[in-house]
């Protein structure tokens, strides 16, 4: 046993607790703490790099701002100021449609209301006006029929309607055609329910096709009564068409 030994150099196994295994776990390196992993990464930063880096980007930055700041400044400086208006004159405002209104001034589109009442209602409406036709017809109802209770309004605008029909002219014409009032007065509340009983619902004073009228009290007219008498409403009396290529006046 002892030559055995000498030979291999080796010391017999010992139970002993001094000579115990090595564990691998135990030779295994710890885990560093994170503050001592961030220290030695900016050990590792070159940081005069970084800062010329950033220098740089800043540099940069100035002379963009620089140069929008002065091609704005050169845009503004080339818009020429706009001259003034000399004094006294006035912009024409564009034409618009007159628009109605109710009670406190609350704005009306007549043309639209009426197409929603005849839709509802299930009829279609016999003329279309546009708000400034229904104006001026409210307005020569006013002038014509004033003193004229609401069946005489009604006859009146039934003749302006019966002449546009026949002769397919817009109203504005055939007021101005034939011969009606040229007073523009403020139309009373009781002429433009006439002018909307008559274009809108169709209402008439008459059966009959009346085309003309004129106030016997105020003048004489031959040529009116040689058209076909139909009826008289308080101080008008009120005529059809007698023939077809007679030409007419209003009043």
Sequence with gaps: MQSQTAKSGRPPFSTQQGNRSRNPARTSRKPKPILYRLRRFCKRINWARIGALLLILLVLSLAIYGAVSL???????????EAPEPEGTLSEPEPTGYIFKYGEGYAVDMEH????????????????????ERLEIAQVL?????????AGKVAVAQCILQTCEDTEMRPHEVLSMYSYSKRRP???????????????FGHMA????????YAPALTDSEWHESQIYVMTINGHKFFKEANND????GN
């Design 71 to 81: 091609c704005r400044n050169v845009r503004y400086q080339n818009v020429q100021p």
């Design 113 to 132: 209301l009426t197409d929603a009442w005849a839709a509802e209602a299930g009829f279609e409406k016999r003329y279309t006006l546009t708000d400034d």
């Design 142 to 150: 006013t002038a014509e029929a004033d003193g004229e209770p609401f």
């Design 186 to 200: 403020t139309p009373t509340a009781e002429a433009l329910e006439a002018v909307a009983a008559v274009f809108d």
């Design 206 to 213: 008459t059966s009959e096709p009346i085309k003309y009228f």
């Design 246 to 249: 007679a030409g007419g006046r």
